[in-house]
T-cell receptor, first 115, second 117 residues
Framework: DTGVSQNPRHKITKRGQNVTFRCDPI?????LYWYRQTLGQGPEFLTY????????KSRLLSDRFSAERPKGSFSTLEIQRTEQGDSAMYLC?????????????FGQGTRLTVV | AQSVSQHNHHVILSEAASLELGCNYS??????LFWYVQYPGQHLQLLLK??????LVKGIKGFEAEFIKSKFSFNLRKPSVQWSDTAEYFC???????????????FGQGTILTVHP
Protein backbone atom coordinates (compact mmCIF):
# COMPACT_ATOMS: atom_id res chain seq x y z
CA ASP A 1 0.00 0.00 0.00
CA THR A 2 1.53 3.33 -1.03
CA GLY A 3 -0.96 5.54 0.80
CA VAL A 4 -0.37 7.78 3.79
CA SER A 5 0.94 5.83 6.76
CA GLN A 6 0.64 6.86 10.40
CA ASN A 7 2.25 5.35 13.46
CA PRO A 8 1.31 4.37 16.03
CA ARG A 9 -2.36 3.66 15.40
CA HIS A 10 -3.22 3.97 19.07
CA LYS A 11 -1.43 5.63 21.97
CA ILE A 12 -2.46 5.69 25.61
CA THR A 13 -0.43 7.97 27.80
CA LYS A 14 -0.58 9.44 31.27
CA ARG A 15 -1.27 13.11 31.72
CA GLY A 16 1.95 15.10 31.67
CA GLN A 17 3.87 12.71 29.44
CA ASN A 18 5.22 13.61 26.01
CA VAL A 19 4.09 11.76 22.91
CA THR A 20 5.30 11.75 19.32
CA PHE A 21 3.43 10.60 16.23
CA ARG A 22 4.85 9.89 12.82
CA CYS A 23 3.37 10.36 9.36
CA ASP A 24 4.78 9.03 6.10
CA PRO A 25 3.09 10.77 3.17
CA ILE A 26 2.65 9.53 -0.38
CA UNK A 27 6.16 9.76 -1.77
CA UNK A 28 5.73 12.36 -4.51
CA UNK A 29 3.49 14.65 -2.45
CA UNK A 30 5.02 17.96 -1.46
CA UNK A 31 2.37 19.05 1.03
CA LEU A 32 1.68 17.43 4.36
CA TYR A 33 -1.09 18.37 6.76
CA TRP A 34 -1.98 17.53 10.34
CA TYR A 35 -5.57 17.58 11.56
CA ARG A 36 -7.25 16.71 14.84
CA GLN A 37 -10.64 15.07 15.10
CA THR A 38 -12.73 14.70 18.23
CA LEU A 39 -15.88 12.67 18.63
CA GLY A 40 -18.82 14.06 16.69
CA GLN A 41 -16.78 16.68 14.90
CA GLY A 42 -15.11 17.00 11.55
CA PRO A 43 -11.34 17.16 11.35
CA GLU A 44 -9.81 20.50 12.37
CA PHE A 45 -6.69 21.85 10.73
CA LEU A 46 -3.55 22.04 12.88
CA THR A 47 -0.62 22.78 10.58
CA TYR A 48 0.82 22.12 7.16
CA UNK A 49 4.16 21.84 5.41
CA UNK A 50 5.20 22.45 1.86
CA UNK A 51 8.30 20.33 1.48
CA UNK A 52 10.23 20.99 4.72
CA UNK A 53 8.79 24.45 5.40
CA UNK A 54 5.99 24.78 7.94
CA UNK A 55 3.76 27.37 6.29
CA UNK A 56 0.82 27.71 8.61
CA LYS A 57 -0.16 26.82 12.16
CA SER A 58 -3.65 26.94 13.57
CA ARG A 59 -4.47 28.73 16.80
CA LEU A 60 -5.43 25.23 18.01
CA LEU A 61 -1.73 24.39 18.03
CA SER A 62 -0.61 25.50 21.48
CA ASP A 63 3.02 25.88 22.51
CA ARG A 64 2.96 22.29 23.72
CA PHE A 65 2.59 21.08 20.14
CA SER A 66 5.41 20.99 17.65
CA ALA A 67 5.64 19.50 14.20
CA GLU A 68 8.58 18.88 11.95
CA ARG A 69 9.16 17.60 8.47
CA PRO A 70 12.89 17.13 8.06
CA LYS A 71 14.05 16.92 4.44
CA GLY A 72 10.49 17.22 3.24
CA SER A 73 9.72 13.55 3.72
CA PHE A 74 8.05 12.10 6.84
CA SER A 75 6.67 14.33 9.56
CA THR A 76 6.43 14.09 13.32
CA LEU A 77 3.93 15.72 15.65
CA GLU A 78 5.00 15.99 19.28
CA ILE A 79 2.77 16.90 22.17
CA GLN A 80 4.54 17.84 25.37
CA ARG A 81 2.99 17.63 28.84
CA THR A 82 -0.16 16.00 27.53
CA GLU A 83 -3.53 16.99 28.96
CA GLN A 84 -6.82 15.10 28.92
CA GLY A 85 -8.14 17.59 26.40
CA ASP A 86 -5.52 16.39 23.93
CA SER A 87 -7.36 13.07 23.61
CA ALA A 88 -8.41 12.88 19.98
CA MET A 89 -7.68 11.27 16.63
CA TYR A 90 -4.70 12.91 14.95
CA LEU A 91 -4.89 12.69 11.18
CA CYS A 92 -2.19 13.23 8.62
CA UNK A 93 -2.86 13.97 4.98
CA UNK A 94 -0.70 14.68 1.97
CA UNK A 95 -1.23 16.26 -1.42
CA UNK A 96 0.57 17.37 -4.54
CA UNK A 97 0.11 21.09 -4.97
CA UNK A 98 -0.94 22.13 -8.45
CA UNK A 99 -2.68 25.05 -10.06
CA UNK A 100 -6.43 24.73 -10.17
CA UNK A 101 -6.96 22.40 -7.28
CA UNK A 102 -5.42 19.79 -5.10
CA UNK A 103 -6.90 16.86 -3.23
CA UNK A 104 -5.64 15.46 0.04
CA UNK A 105 -5.20 11.81 0.88
CA PHE A 106 -5.58 10.81 4.50
CA GLY A 107 -3.91 8.26 6.69
CA GLN A 108 -5.77 6.11 9.19
CA GLY A 109 -4.88 8.37 12.07
CA THR A 110 -3.36 7.98 15.50
CA ARG A 111 -5.86 7.78 18.32
CA LEU A 112 -4.48 9.40 21.46
CA THR A 113 -6.00 8.73 24.86
CA VAL A 114 -4.66 10.72 27.78
CA VAL A 115 -5.52 9.18 31.16
CA ALA B 1 -13.38 32.72 9.55
CA GLN B 2 -14.49 30.38 6.84
CA SER B 3 -16.92 27.68 7.92
CA VAL B 4 -18.75 24.68 6.53
CA SER B 5 -22.15 23.59 7.73
CA GLN B 6 -23.77 20.21 7.22
CA HIS B 7 -27.48 20.23 7.79
CA ASN B 8 -28.05 16.80 9.28
CA HIS B 9 -26.11 15.06 12.00
CA HIS B 10 -27.69 11.64 11.52
CA VAL B 11 -29.75 10.34 8.59
CA ILE B 12 -31.47 6.97 8.65
CA LEU B 13 -32.73 5.43 5.42
CA SER B 14 -33.90 2.11 4.08
CA GLU B 15 -32.13 0.50 1.15
CA ALA B 16 -33.16 1.89 -2.24
CA ALA B 17 -34.21 5.23 -0.75
CA SER B 18 -32.79 8.39 -2.27
CA LEU B 19 -30.21 10.42 -0.40
CA GLU B 20 -29.44 14.10 -0.25
CA LEU B 21 -27.01 15.53 2.29
CA GLY B 22 -26.79 19.27 2.57
CA CYS B 23 -23.59 21.30 2.76
CA ASN B 24 -23.14 25.06 2.85
CA TYR B 25 -19.95 27.09 3.12
CA SER B 26 -19.37 30.66 4.11
CA UNK B 27 -16.59 31.93 1.85
CA UNK B 28 -17.46 34.18 -1.09
CA UNK B 29 -14.31 33.64 -3.12
CA UNK B 30 -13.08 30.82 -5.29
CA UNK B 31 -13.36 27.44 -3.64
CA UNK B 32 -12.61 23.81 -4.22
CA LEU B 33 -15.24 21.49 -2.77
CA PHE B 34 -15.03 17.92 -1.58
CA TRP B 35 -17.04 15.15 -0.06
CA TYR B 36 -15.16 12.59 1.97
CA VAL B 37 -16.53 9.35 3.40
CA GLN B 38 -15.36 7.44 6.43
CA TYR B 39 -16.52 3.84 6.67
CA PRO B 40 -16.43 2.27 10.13
CA GLY B 41 -12.83 1.64 11.15
CA GLN B 42 -11.39 3.09 7.98
CA HIS B 43 -9.66 6.29 6.96
CA LEU B 44 -11.21 9.25 5.19
CA GLN B 45 -11.64 8.57 1.50
CA LEU B 46 -12.47 11.02 -1.25
CA LEU B 47 -15.93 10.51 -2.76
CA LEU B 48 -15.87 13.39 -5.22
CA LYS B 49 -14.47 16.85 -5.80
CA UNK B 50 -15.27 20.06 -7.60
CA UNK B 51 -12.51 22.32 -8.89
CA UNK B 52 -14.10 24.11 -11.84
CA UNK B 53 -16.31 23.56 -14.87
CA UNK B 54 -19.54 21.56 -14.83
CA UNK B 55 -21.16 22.19 -11.43
CA LEU B 56 -22.62 18.67 -11.40
CA VAL B 57 -19.85 16.28 -10.47
CA LYS B 58 -19.96 12.54 -10.32
CA GLY B 59 -17.96 10.51 -7.88
CA ILE B 60 -17.40 6.93 -6.93
CA LYS B 61 -20.10 4.44 -5.96
CA GLY B 62 -22.90 6.31 -7.74
CA PHE B 63 -22.63 9.52 -5.72
CA GLU B 64 -22.93 12.95 -7.27
CA ALA B 65 -22.93 16.51 -6.01
CA GLU B 66 -24.08 19.84 -7.37
CA PHE B 67 -22.24 23.09 -6.78
CA ILE B 68 -24.64 26.04 -6.62
CA LYS B 69 -22.48 29.12 -6.28
CA SER B 70 -25.37 31.49 -5.59
CA LYS B 71 -26.43 29.38 -2.62
CA PHE B 72 -22.90 28.56 -1.40
CA SER B 73 -23.99 24.94 -1.46
CA PHE B 74 -22.54 21.60 -2.48
CA ASN B 75 -25.15 18.95 -1.73
CA LEU B 76 -24.41 15.26 -2.04
CA ARG B 77 -26.92 12.96 -3.69
CA LYS B 78 -27.42 9.31 -4.50
CA PRO B 79 -30.60 8.00 -6.17
CA SER B 80 -30.66 4.65 -4.39
CA VAL B 81 -28.63 3.88 -1.28
CA GLN B 82 -27.29 0.51 -0.25
CA TRP B 83 -26.54 -0.95 3.16
CA SER B 84 -22.84 -0.64 2.32
CA ASP B 85 -23.22 3.16 2.16
CA THR B 86 -23.52 3.24 5.95
CA ALA B 87 -20.72 5.60 6.95
CA GLU B 88 -19.97 9.14 8.05
CA TYR B 89 -19.86 11.78 5.32
CA PHE B 90 -17.89 15.00 5.50
CA CYS B 91 -18.16 18.03 3.30
CA UNK B 92 -14.95 20.07 3.02
CA UNK B 93 -13.72 23.22 1.34
CA UNK B 94 -10.40 24.73 0.36
CA UNK B 95 -10.04 28.38 -0.54
CA UNK B 96 -8.14 29.56 -3.56
CA UNK B 97 -6.25 32.66 -4.49
CA UNK B 98 -4.60 33.44 -7.78
CA UNK B 99 -5.47 30.03 -9.20
CA UNK B 100 -3.56 28.07 -6.58
CA UNK B 101 -5.33 26.21 -3.83
CA UNK B 102 -4.09 26.72 -0.32
CA UNK B 103 -4.94 23.08 0.19
CA UNK B 104 -6.01 23.50 3.80
CA UNK B 105 -9.38 21.82 4.26
CA UNK B 106 -12.18 23.21 6.36
CA PHE B 107 -14.59 20.42 7.24
CA GLY B 108 -18.21 20.32 8.21
CA GLN B 109 -19.30 18.48 11.32
CA GLY B 110 -20.12 15.31 9.44
CA THR B 111 -23.34 13.40 8.77
CA ILE B 112 -23.73 9.83 9.93
CA LEU B 113 -25.71 7.82 7.41
CA THR B 114 -27.31 4.59 8.54
CA VAL B 115 -28.91 2.43 5.86
CA HIS B 116 -31.17 -0.39 6.98
CA PRO B 117 -31.38 -3.47 4.75
Amino acid sequence: DTGVSQNPRHKITKRGQNVTFRCDPISEHNRLYWYRQTLGQGPEFLTYFQNEAQLEKSRLLSDRFSAERPKGSFSTLEIQRTEQGDSAMYLCASSLVRTGGTEAFFGQGTRLTVV
Amino acid sequence: AQSVSQHNHHVILSEAASLELGCNYSYGGTVNLFWYVQYPGQHLQLLLKYFSGDPLVKGIKGFEAEFIKSKFSFNLRKPSVQWSDTAEYFCAVTYNAGGTSYGKLTFGQGTILTVHP
